[in-house]
T-cell receptor, first 116, second 110 residues
């Protein structure tokens, strides 16, 4: 199906474990983003990518690693999960509204991660 | 760094009452976008404002971009239960990154 999909939708893990959240988009959008959403903080940018093999830090990158070997995939890895990383994670890609419109972000359904 | 503040954080209204959320940036923005997130859902794009003083309407929703391009507002006239959700503004000054506000959670009491 066309669009942006995240997996898993729900994940429970333990402190210290490595966790990878997957994001896949079918639009061939160049830009992709990872956000975390916490009560009182809104959406905070973790990492973004302008194209395959090009990634950059956002506002809260510590404890996270990303890669972009293919345009359509942008996985987010928590190398050693901590309780403070319990959150809802959203992946997004950036595309245009129509042929000459502005760019907007299309969000995946989110991954709810609990670190025990 | 760039900051986008949004108020109020929560708003409860009776169905039929009006609702407004405000967004303020510490820096001048090139454009601002508004998103709506239904409970349990993901943010969905509503609109983009680009010009100084711009006003756009979508049915009962009115969006404004300040003259100095540092603030914006979303006003909903005669709220309905379908308006429930969290409304986010997202400002950009480069086009590459959007800085999201903290969101306003709207509850509509039938």
């Amino acid at each position: 199906d066309a669009g942006i999909t995240q997996s898993p939708r729900y994940k429970i893990t333990e402190t210290g474990r490595q966790v990878t959240l997957m994001c896949h988009q079918t639009w061939s959008h160049s830009y992709m983003f990872w956000y975390r959403q916490d009560l009182g903080h809104g959406l905070r940018l973790i990492y973004y990518s302008a194209a395959a093999d090009i990634t950059d830090k956002g506002e809260v990158p510590d404890g996270y690693v990303v890669s972009r070997s293919k345009t359509e995939n942008f996985p987010l890895t928590l190398e050693s999960a901590t309780r403070s990383q319990t959150s809802v994670y959203f992946c997004a890609s950036r595309g245009r509204i129509g042929l000459a419109g502005g760019v907007i972000q299309y969000f995946g359904a989110g991954t709810r991660l609990s670190v025990l | 760094g760039q900051q986008v503040m949004q108020i109020p954080q929560y708003q409860h209204v009776q169905e039929g009452e009006d609702f407004t959320t405000y967004c303020n940036s510490s820096t001048t923005l090139s454009n601002i976008q508004w998103y709506k997130q239904r409970p349990g859902g993901h943010p969905v794009f509503l609109i983009q404002l680009v010009k100084s003083g711009e006003v756009k309407k979508q049915k009962r929703l009115t969006f404004q971009f300040g003259e100095a391009k540092k603030n914006s507002s979303l006003h909903i006239t005669a709220t309905q239960t379908t308006d429930v959700g969290t409304y986010f503004c997202a400002g950009s000054n480069t086009g590459n990154q959007f800085y999201f506000g903290t969101g306003t959670s709207l509850t509509v009491i039938p």
